[in-house]
């Protein structure tokens, strides 16, 4: 997980990964746009591909030079433009001052789980505060030692299982779970998971294509055409 994009990809594939933003701290050049946690992406500079560098010796390069950046929106399946002004970081999973994981752009909208009944009392009713139809789980940080499990990703092919089993590898410890809610956005609960034989999620879930990432309606005729440029 992370923002390693390190594996070999081929130019088929390349366009196909961005790194998804899940955290937009107050320093960062992008702040200044309209860009949306855990709906956005940042689509990787052609440069990279070109020259063969990671996103870490990209951005060294550039410090305190503008670049342009284009950003991959799932809730127009569209791209913007901006120009920011690169700041030196050092942490492993940001970039831009940007906490972001490194992701397949094309599964994003439906590689998610989708709340349905939420059970009064529950770990999520009590817990995580979530909202039946409303809200969506998009993966899960734990605290202790920084490691992202999104739930887009390539090796999940049962996302309901797949995800139990973070949860209850995850016993005992404190944990960020990052919710996108289609009416309000993003959330981000902070909270432990309990360490008990029993734990429960205490909802219903589902996903697929009647369960998708939330589209703006009017956009729905140019859905992903960024991804056919």
């Known amino acids: 997980m992370g923002i390693d994009e390190s594996s070999e990809k081929s130019k088929y594939e390349e366009k196909f990964y961005a790194y998804r933003i899940y955290k937009i701290y107050n320093k960062s050049p992008l702040k200044s746009y309209d860009i949306k ?7 990787p500079p052609k440069e990279i591909y070109e ?4 996103i870490k010796q990209y951005i060294d390069e550039k410090i305190n030079q503008k670049v342009k950046l284009k950003i991959f929106s799932l809730s127009t399946r569209k791209a913007i433009e901006v120009e920011i002004i690169v700041n030196k970081n050092e942490n492993k999973d940001e970039i831009f001052e ?6 397949n752009i094309n599964t994003a909208h439906f590689k998610l789980l989708h709340i349905m009944e939420i059970k009064k009392g529950s770990f999520s009713h009590e817990n995580l505060l979530l909202t039946e139809n409303l809200d969506y789980l998009i993966g899960i940080r734990t605290l202790n030692d920084g490691i992202f499990y999104s739930i887009n990703n390539d090796a999940f092919t049962e996302l309901i299982a797949c995800f139990i089993n973070i949860l209850n590898q995850n016993k005992g410890k404190e944990c960020e ?17 309990p360490n008990n034989n029993n734990f429960s999620l205490g909802c219903d879930v589902a996903y697929g294509k009647a369960h998708e990432f939330p589209i703006k309606a009017q956009e729905r005729d140019d859905e992903l055409q960024i991804l056919k440029e």
């Open 37 to 43: 946690e855990l709906s956005d992406f940042i689509l």
């Open 98 to 103: 940007c906490l972001v994981n490194y992701e």
């Open 51 to 54: 020259r063969k560098i990671t």
């Open 177 to 193: 779970f990052y919710i996108f809610n289609s009416k309000r956005g993003a959330k981000l609960i902070t909270t432990k998971i």
